[in-house]
């Protein structure tokens, strides 16, 4: 029962409709999801400052779709979430069928959607390898607000406490959990709500 127990990843619904429903990935996915932990204090940051309802949600390298999941639970519209690994994309399909979640998957490389993207979204949310670099965060965050994937609306960038991004256009605040932090960004840089 243990060896059948380590070859599984859990995830669960914080709050929302599915709120405690648990998620079981396949460790053969090969994917790292945000932990629990630092889902819940991002998630309790948003509440401060977003209405889920009817939010329009971007999802980047989505993995497990944890994020995608925890967003379509608190009454996100729309959610796309883009992943290029198959098995990755393939069970986030499955899931949100089950969830009857309105997530679109899509099977794609995160930069090449960038490049050949049009729609604009409320919230971009992005989880990239621990593998990527200054340059690479650089790169995509360049991207998305030259093609003006958010207007009013705001991007969070999950990364290691190694990278540093506070230095970059539209940066607004940010968060850290143990080794992880959110970085969070604004297509023109404001002030920082006393309540976030």
């Not at 599984?8 to 999801?33: D, E």
């Not at 309802?53 to 994020?67: A, M, P």
């Amino acid at each position: 029962m243990k060896l059948i127990l380590l070859s599984l990843k859990f995830m669960k619904i914080i709050s929302g409709s599915h709120k405690g429903r648990k998620i079981i990935a396949p460790k053969n996915i090969n994917i790292r999801p945000t932990t629990s932990k630092s889902k819940e204090g991002l998630f309790n940051t948003l509440n401060n400052f977003i209405e889920f309802e009817k939010l329009s949600v971007l999802d980047l390298f989505s993995g497990t779709g944890n994020i995608s999941f925890e967003f379509a639970s608190r009454g996100a519209l729309k959610i796309i979430a883009v992943e290029n690994n198959y098995k990755a994309f393939k069970f986030i399909k499955t899931k949100a069928r089950e969830f009857d979640f309105p997530i679109n998957v899509v099977y794609k490389n995160v930069i090449s959607y960038l490049n050949n993207n049009t729609d604009k979204f409320d919230l971009v949310f992005s989880d990239p390898p621990y593998s990527y670099s200054n340059e690479e965060y650089d790169n995509m965050i360049a991207i998305i607000l030259k093609n003006k994937l958010i207007d009013d609306g705001i991007m969070i960038v999950e990364h290691s406490k190694k990278i540093k991004l506070d230095n970059l256009i539209g940066f607004f605040d940010s968060r850290k959990y143990g080794n992880n932090c959110f970085s969070m960004f604004r297509k023109k840089q404001a002030y920082k709500p006393d309540s976030v």
